[in-house]
């Protein structure tokens, strides 16, 4: 069968593209009491209306699908999340952090924060290390660095993936006080979600590997729903390191917890204390068999 120039072929596009028909729309003005109602809205452009709260489950999909659909674009096939806090400072920050110190007591807190700064570091090295070796099986990334897009130990793990020149993600969440992404995340992999439900969920979606440094009660939810995960069988083990034995040790019993009966010895299993980026690089390497050291 002989192409007819003056045919349309079967394939062409019958319809035209949502975003043509809201040129469409745009392209005339809105003159009568009809056209000017809300009701007349195009429902994909009216956000007073998926701003309802009925319309909860449909924003629900939205953030689940496009981080997923944008990661897959970018052929991201796995990642090494970083969790940890907000707070700990860069080394170069301590003298500013001990300058704004006004009380005894404030600065008591600072000089122990600061006594953390290691571990931002350590963040920095273990985004470098993992960003350096470039991992890449049936032509998608592997272990690309995946942090909450915020400042501290955050930014440390998307600074490090950056000066290796690595990509990285943040997957920052929408709080009353501004909360912007650091400057390390790479522009087109920094997603902004308002459902912590669904930020967790792209967190683990990928995951390989899993790095808590210390944090507060953000850290710990996301620590524990993980452990959660892996212990009820929902989600596969991976290499869950924890940085800073000292810390942890101190900020909870795990044996204690185990001995109470509420969890069983094995589960202590389910994570790894780890001091060093190349340590914990170590044992994820060791997990899938790299050679990437």
Sequence with gaps: MTEDENHP??????????????????AHPRVTPQQLDPAYRLAFRDTDFLLREELRPVRFQLELLKPEMLLDEAEIGSTLVIYGSARIPAPEEADAMRAVATTPESLKVA????AKARYYEEARKLGAIAGGCGVVEDGQRQFVICSGGGPSIMEAANRGAA???AESIGLNIVLQHEQAPNAYVTPHLSFQFHYFALRKMHFLLRARAVAVFPGGFGTFDEFFELLTLIQTGK???IPILLFGADYWNRVINFAAIAEEGVISDADLALFRMVETAEEAWGHITAFYGLDCG
């Design 235 to 237: 989600m596969q083990p």
């Design 111 to 114: 000089e122990r924060l600061i």
């Design 9 to 26: 072929e079967l394939t062409d596009r019958k319809f035209y593209k949502a975003e043509q028909e809201a040129g469409f729309v745009e």
């Design 163 to 165: 000066e290796a020149g």
